[in-house]
């Protein structure tokens, strides 16, 4: 069984996965999240091949890989990480956001030692706490967006919100990401590469800091939680 690896996604152009946070690029934080359990042997961090971020972001993070393979897609780049990597079929490796460096060292140890004993693998994620609504097709209003109406309550009973890191062997993941780009399926993340091939991935209980930096406002508070 090999050592796991830890691929961060970083596509460029995407410059706020380089401002600052507490002082540090977000991407600098997602990497060092990862660092925090010494089971992860190192860091491979994939860039796009233009990329001028990265390098000045990472300075001096011990078990650390810049890699200049990412693609235009997600599923592109983890696939060309994984190529790149070197790593040997049978090797757990985990594939973590850039956007999520609040991920706690609790939830990544709670991944780690769930994955290790599955024939699988799977990923953070956390059950749906509110009422979730599918809303009607947008229609032109006076207001400066579109206006939306509820078209229907959702149950939301088994459902959960996906996280990362996710973690998988190296020789699946890679063999789902090739049949899913191959078969035209679309990959939203790796456990959905995963699912197209017929597996079922562990759910593991995240962690609400470990959230996704998306809009303006997830800035603020994502500095009130680190």
């Known amino acids: 069984m090999g050592?796991?690896?830890?691929?961060?996604t970083a596509t460029a152009p995407l410059p706020k996965q380089y401002r600052l946070l507490r002082?540090?690029?977000?991407?600098?934080?997602?990497?060092?999240?990862?660092?925090?359990?010494?089971?992860?042997r190192e860091v491979r961090v994939a860039v796009a091949p233009d990329d001028p971020w990265a390098a000045p972001a990472l300075a001096g993070?011990?078990?650390?890989?810049?890699?200049?393979?990412?693609?235009?897609?997600?599923?592109?780049?983890?696939?060309?990480a994984l190529a790149d990597s070197g790593a040997a079929l049978d090797d757990w490796v985990l594939v973590h956001d850039a956007a999520r460096p609040g991920l706690p060292a609790d939830a990544l140890a709670r991944l780690i030692d769930?994955?290790?004993?599955?024939?699988?693998?799977g990923l953070l994620a956390l059950p749906v706490a509110d009422t979730v609504k599918g809303a009607q097709p947008p229609r032109s209003g006076s207001g400066p967006e579109p206006a939306c109406r509820v078209a229907r309550t959702v149950?939301?009973?088994?459902?959960?919100?996906?996280?990362?890191?996710?973690m998988f062997r190296a020789g699946m993941l890679a063999d789902a990401l090739h049949a899913a780009a191959r078969d035209g399926v679309p990959v939203t993340d790796e456990a959905s590469a995963l699912e197209a091939a017929g597996y079922a991935p562990l759910l593991v209980p995240g962690a609400l800091r470990n959230f996704k930096v998306t809009w303006p406002d997830d800035f603020d508070l994502m500095e009130k939680w680190l």
């Open 3 to 8: 050592v796991p690896i830890a691929t961060v």
């Open 23 to 40: 002082g540090q690029p977000m991407l600098r934080l997602a990497v060092t999240a990862l660092l925090a359990d010494p089971r992860i």
């Open 61 to 80: 993070l011990p078990r650390t890989v810049l890699r200049y393979c990412g693609a235009s897609t997600r599923a592109g780049t983890v696939a060309n």
């Open 114 to 121: 769930a994955c290790l004993g599955d024939a699988v693998g």
């Open 155 to 166: 149950d939301r009973d088994g459902l959960w919100l996906a996280q990362t890191p996710q």
